[in-house]
């Protein structure tokens, strides 16, 4: 059983990032698809996590707590990445030149 709720979150989380590589693909058109995907995977990582964070909170917990915490904040950022590159990727946008990325 945990095996099959593993791959069930996996692709919660692949469907969150594709939604969150859309969303960025309407939010920052003139960024590139990289950075596009970074912000995407950045806010699903600290979303995802936000509740641990609330809970360590609300129960005093010591520094190494919150670093266990930004770890797995830091994980699932990257698992996220290459799937919202793959949607950030679809549809190209002129680069705005004054942007070094």
Known sequence: ?????GIVLLAFLAGLAMLFGFIANVGFKRSSPARRAGYAAA????????PAYVALAAAGAAVVSYVGVAVGTGLLSALAFPLALVVTRRKPVEPDHSVFD
């Open 1 to 5: 059983m945990a095996i099959v709720s």
């Open 43 to 50: 806010a699903l990582g600290v979303l995802m996590t936000l």
